[in-house]
């Protein structure tokens, strides 16, 4: 639409000078060669005059055009990266922003913290096996959660995303267990004390276990202030050592002062540190390793280490300690402060650390009740560990992604802006989704309210002035150091599922007293961004058939692609029709739309705002004749989407000869026969169960017959591990969608996906209907199978896994996958 408004300007004809009152009077007779005689011309004084204003309403009119096309293309060009509203949502927010000032908001690292300010301090741990050095082989530096680390576990097995954290992080025999305590007074979120404490849990034969435990701190560049080290110097018989004692420092936002070091056990301790400057926070491990010394058989760091390029002021100071195990670092950060009541180290520490997990406890069994729904001690504690990762992981990031509209020829940076959120994953994901988000919110809103509505008001404080978010928030040096180049730019076409107002629902059915008592002044500010967010959808995504839906972002062009994917729906690569077009219709999005259009309903009579409109658009979207009219094909008996498709597709390899007159191979999708608009009911999945699992169909409707009768089929999608995320009968089942891209969304168990179906489960087995005592049955069935599952891959991998195998169960893709796997919890808990 907008292509063609544009068209319309540049080809809008420009007035003639007749019609501009100018019309030209006839010349006398011309010479043989078609000029004005001379005379005729230089003697007529009203000649001059006219020619003069011929020319000057030419320029006027062009002049006007030009400016109108420019300031047209300029005006939606910069659409994209301006803000809806420069009023913010979390200004509303009711989370104490001192209590969470400070956190372990660096999920991407095995242990780190920060503040919740644009530039802060930071401070996060390392470590290294010293006798891999020793042997000739580089160690591999831990700190970044990495998959390639090949740790046998790692993780939180509490953390109450306020207070304090505890983590177990298993590597080759070694146990090492990180705790956190905060202790909140005066401004700017008080004290903090972690511990880290090293333990051998698999002795080396022959030999003493030695590893050598790093910790530092550093400002970003933009950070203003400054960090100094406090050095004691110990010389023994082999050379002398500078111990780092503490790091002194200032910024802006902190005052004064000290982060305290203190060896509180240690075997044979050896000590180094460095003072040097690093490019970015994401240049962290390669300026230590860089440092590294090898001085009379021992690893040391060199101790000041000034900038050679730019001689700018030293930004990171780190300690180096190396001892045989057992090991305990203590490291207390500490504000100048007059408000301090006791410092929270030594046995202080052991004791808050006590109090603090048993009201964790005592906490996660009144919301959750686990123990009073029979569950063993073993399944308890995992999870905990389930939640405790996916609050433990909540991070904070600041930045300016890269987005791109069809108005601007290259990425043009958003406003630089913060995010408080989840993340799917530490080692893979450590950055915000969209999607995902809406999943975490569930059970984080019931453990803490305040702390979901913030982190909903930050998401939606990123929304254009089109009411667009985008789907994949990348912001900071440290995020965008863990995303391929490809999938860094974010477009303003590309949808993700609207899953935040499936949160506001969720929260409305759980927690409405809380939420009306504490948050309606938030809900008042945020209704607009609502209206504009659902308005998007509505009139970006819509299909070309009335209450049909699209999502964009496919390349109908490819033919790389097996079926091209569709990532803006977040199943990426499930089989859609095999040929992309504007005449698409995709069932998932359009039942997205019908519990979007009933959620605003709610939230507009909740605020007494008008709400009919969006309760017709329900009833029309939910309308079981109408649906079943654009989505049920009669041939399969199962709702599909509807497009250009053949099955007859396959992927074959070519041979080319390149340039050099070598021989090389490409493989390409080779189609067998003409496609056809069809529905793609030949694929049965995820997407066919859409109307279910957001409970659309009737109770008493024969499609939800069809339905329960095919969950329960292990030709399809039933296993004993959950629910497989495409049928084995579907011709695209468990292929590679090109030579290296494996099936994702093609098999696999997911277990959000089945989380929504047990969920409407639970639906239809407590309403009324012929069909509610087998809903009832798969229910039980579906519930135990999944915590079984999940809960003996974790025993056996020390992984929550992104999704699981559908043959024998075991976990596949990154790891861990704290998000929303961890909704695990929450099918235990039966709360849905």
């Given at each position: 639409?907008l292509?063609?408004?544009?068209?319309?300007?540049r080809?809008?004809?420009?007035?003639?000078?007749e019609?501009a009152?100018?019309?030209?009077?006839?010349?006398?007779?011309?010479?043989?060669?078609?000029?004005?005689?001379?005379?005729s011309?230089?003697?007529?004084?009203?000649?001059?005059?006219?020619h003069?204003?011929?020319?000057?309403?030419?320029?006027?009119?062009v002049?006007?055009?030009?400016?109108?096309?420019?300031a047209?293309v300029?005006f939606k060009?910069?659409?994209?990266?301006t803000p809806f509203?420069?009023?913010?949502?979390?200004d509303?927010?009711?989370?104490?922003?001192?209590?969470?000032?400070?956190?372990?908001?660096r999920?991407g690292?095995?242990?780190g913290t920060k503040?919740?300010?644009?530039?802060?301090?930071?401070t996060?741990m390392?470590w290294?096996?010293?006798d891999?050095?020793l042997?000739g082989?580089?160690?591999?530096?831990?700190?970044?959660?990495?998959?390639?680390?090949?740790?046998e576990?790692y993780?939180?097995?509490?953390?109450?995303?306020?207070?304090?954290?505890?983590?177990?992080?298993?590597?080759?025999?070694?146990?090492?267990?990180?705790s956190?305590?905060?202790?909140?007074?005066?401004?700017?979120g008080?004290?903090?004390?972690a511990h880290?404490?090293?333990?051998?849990?698999?002795p080396?034969?022959?030999?003493?276990r030695?590893?050598?435990?790093?910790?530092?701190a550093?400002?970003?560049?933009?950070t203003?202030g400054?960090?100094?080290?406090?050095?004691d110097?110990v010389?023994?018989?082999?050379?002398?050592?500078?111990?780092?004692?503490?790091?002194?420092?200032?910024t802006?936002e902190l005052?004064?002062?000290?982060?305290?070091?203190?060896?509180?056990?240690?075997k044979?301790?050896?000590?180094?540190?460095?003072?040097?400057?690093?490019?970015?926070?994401?240049?962290?491990?390669?300026?230590?390793?860089?440092g590294l010394?090898?001085?009379?058989?021992?690893?040391?760091?060199?101790g000041?280490?000034?900038?050679?390029?730019?001689?700018?002021?030293?930004?990171?100071?780190?300690?180096h300690?190396?001892a045989?195990?057992?090991?305990?670092?203590?490291?207390?950060?500490e504000r100048?402060?007059?408000?301090r009541k006791?410092?929270?180290?030594?046995?202080?520490f052991?004791?808050?650390l006590?109090?603090?997990?048993k009201?964790?406890?005592?906490?996660?069994e009144?919301?959750?009740?686990?123990?009073?729904?029979g569950?063993s001690n073993?399944?308890?504690?995992?999870?905990?560990?389930a939640?405790?990762?996916?609050i433990g992981?909540?991070?904070?990031?600041?930045?300016?992604?890269?987005?791109?509209s069809?108005?601007?020829q290259?990425?043009?940076?958003?406003?630089?802006?913060?995010?408080?959120?989840?993340?799917p994953?530490?080692?893979?994901?450590?950055?915000?989704?969209?999607?995902?988000?809406?999943?975490?919110?569930?059970?984080?809103?019931?453990?803490?309210?305040?702390?979901?509505?913030?982190?909903?008001?930050?998401w939606?404080?990123?929304?254009n002035v089109?009411g667009?978010?985008?789907?994949?928030?990348?912001?900071?040096?440290?995020?965008?150091?863990?995303?391929?180049?490809e999938?860094?730019v974010?477009?303003?076409?590309?949808?993700?599922?609207p899953?935040?107002?499936?949160?506001?629902n969720?929260?409305?059915?759980?927690?409405r007293?809380?939420?009306?008592?504490?948050?309606?002044?938030l809900?008042?500010?945020?209704?607009?961004?609502?209206?504009a967010?659902?308005?998007?959808?509505?009139?970006?995504?819509?299909g070309?058939?009335?209450?049909?839906y699209?999502?964009?972002?496919r390349?109908?062009?490819?033919?790389?692609e097996?079926n091209?994917?569709?990532?803006?729906?977040?199943?990426?690569?499930?089989p859609?029709?095999?040929?992309?077009s504007?005449?698409?219709?995709?069932?998932?999005?359009?039942?997205?739309?019908?519990?979007?259009?009933?959620?605003?309903?709610?939230v507009s009579d909740?605020l007494?705002?008008?709400?009919q409109k969006?309760?017709?658009?329900?009833?029309?979207?939910?309308?079981?004749?109408?649906?079943?009219?654009l989505?049920w094909?009669?041939r399969?008996?199962?709702?599909?989407?509807?497009g250009l498709?053949?099955?007859?597709?396959?992927?074959?390899?070519?041979?080319?000869?390149n340039?050099?007159?070598q021989?090389?191979?490409?493989?390409?999708?080779?189609q067998?026969?003409?496609p056809k608009?069809?529905?793609?009911d030949s694929?049965?999945?995820y997407?066919?169960?859409f109307?279910?699992?957001?409970?659309?169909?009737?109770?008493?409707?024969?499609?939800?017959?069809?339905?329960?009768q095919?969950?329960?089929?292990?030709?399809?999608?039933w296993?004993?591990m959950g629910?497989?995320?495409?049928a084995?009968?579907?011709?695209?089942y468990?292929?590679?969608n090109?030579?290296?891209?494996p099936?994702?969304?093609?098999?696999?168990?997911?277990?959000?996906?089945?989380?929504?179906?047990?969920?409407?489960?639970?639906?239809?087995?407590?309403?009324?209907?012929p069909?509610?005592?087998?809903?009832r049955m798969?229910?039980?069935q579906?519930?135990?199978?999944?915590?079984?599952n999940?809960?003996?891959?974790?025993k056996?991998?020390?992984?929550i896994w992104?999704?699981?195998?559908d043959?024998e169960?075991?976990?596949?893709?990154s790891?861990?996958?704290t998000?929303?796997?961890?909704?695990?919890?929450?099918?235990?808990?039966?709360?849905?």
């Open positions: 639409m292509k063609k408004e544009e068209k319309k300007i080809n809008r004809k420009q007035k003639s000078p019609a009152g100018n019309r030209q009077p006839k010349p006398s007779k011309t010479n043989k060669h078609g000029q004005l005689p001379r005379d011309v230089s003697t007529s004084s009203e000649r001059n005059n006219w003069t204003s011929l020319f000057y309403n030419l320029v006027v009119v002049s006007v055009a030009a400016v109108a096309v420019i047209y300029g060009s910069t659409r994209v990266n509203s420069h009023d913010k949502l979390v509303w927010s009711k989370l104490d922003k001192q209590e969470y000032y400070w956190g372990t908001y999920p690292l095995y242990f503040t919740r300010v644009p530039y802060s301090l930071v996060g390392m290294y096996p010293q891999m050095w042997l082989l580089e160690p591999r530096m831990r700190h970044w959660c990495d998959q390639n680390d090949n740790l576990r993780g939180w097995l509490k953390h109450d995303g306020k207070n304090f954290g505890v983590q177990e992080i298993v590597d080759k025999g070694t146990l090492i267990r990180t956190f305590i905060k202790n909140i007074h005066g401004n700017n008080g004290d903090w004390t880290i404490n090293v333990t051998e849990i698999k080396l034969p022959q030999q003493k030695r590893i050598t435990l790093l910790y530092y550093a400002i970003e560049n933009r203003m400054e960090i100094k080290p406090t050095i110097q010389i023994d018989g082999k050379y002398s050592e500078s111990r780092l004692v503490s790091i002194d420092g200032r802006e005052g004064f002062f000290k982060i305290n070091f203190s060896t509180l056990k240690g044979d301790v050896q000590y180094s540190y460095l003072s040097t400057y690093a490019s970015s926070l994401s240049e962290l491990t390669e300026t230590v390793l860089h010394r090898s001085v009379k058989g021992s690893i040391i760091l060199p000041e280490a000034r900038n050679p390029v730019n001689n700018q002021e030293n930004n990171l100071i780190v300690t300690i190396t045989d195990l057992p090991l305990e670092l203590e490291v207390s950060f100048e402060s007059q408000n006791e410092k929270i180290t030594g046995d202080n052991n004791k808050m006590e109090t603090h997990e009201e964790f406890d005592d906490k996660f009144r919301i959750f009740k686990l123990k009073e729904k569950f073993a399944r308890i504690k995992f999870a905990k560990l939640f405790s990762n996916m992981s909540v991070g904070y990031f600041y930045g300016s992604p890269q987005v791109q069809e108005h601007t290259k990425p043009v940076p958003y406003w630089k802006a913060p995010l408080f959120t989840g993340v994953s530490r080692s893979f994901f450590p950055r915000g989704f969209l999607w995902d988000e809406g999943f975490h919110g569930m059970l984080l809103s019931h453990w803490n309210l305040d702390l979901e509505m913030d982190i909903i008001s930050h939606f404080d990123l929304m089109e667009w978010i985008p789907r994949e928030m990348i912001l900071g040096d440290e995020a965008l150091a863990k995303v391929p180049e999938f860094v974010q477009f303003n076409a590309n949808a993700n599922p899953t935040f107002l499936m949160t506001l969720y929260i409305l059915e759980h927690r007293e809380e939420f009306q008592t504490r948050h309606l002044d809900l008042e500010k945020l209704y607009p961004r609502l209206q967010w659902y308005d998007w959808y509505n009139t970006t995504q819509k070309e058939q009335p209450s049909s699209r999502w964009r972002g390349n109908p062009n490819t033919n790389k097996l091209p994917k569709t990532l803006t729906s977040g199943l990426d690569d499930y859609r029709a095999s040929h992309p504007k005449d698409e219709r995709h069932v998932d999005l359009r039942c997205w739309m019908a519990m979007a259009s009933k959620v605003m309903a709610t909740i007494q705002k008008p709400s969006y309760m017709d658009t329900y009833e029309y979207l939910a309308d079981n004749r109408l649906l079943n009219e989505h094909s009669s399969a008996e199962r709702y599909s989407d509807f498709h053949t099955d007859k597709i396959q992927m074959k390899k070519i041979k080319k000869i340039r050099n007159n021989e090389t191979f490409e493989t390409i999708r080779e067998l026969e003409d608009e069809q529905f793609v694929n049965f999945g997407v066919s169960l109307p279910f699992i957001l409970r659309l169909v009737e109770p008493d409707s024969p499609q939800l017959q069809k339905i329960l095919d969950l329960k089929n292990p030709d399809l999608l296993t004993d629910l497989r995320s495409l084995k009968s579907s011709p695209i468990n292929k590679y090109t030579e290296h891209d099936p994702y969304w093609r098999g696999p168990i997911w277990i959000n996906m089945n989380y929504l179906t047990v969920a409407a489960l639970h639906h239809y087995s407590m309403v009324d209907g069909y509610q005592a087998k809903a798969i229910y039980s579906l519930r135990k199978n999944l915590i079984d999940i809960f003996k891959q974790y056996r991998t020390g992984y992104e999704n699981y195998g043959n169960g075991e976990g596949k893709g790891h861990p996958f998000g929303w796997s961890s909704l695990v919890v929450l099918i235990m808990a039966e709360l849905y």
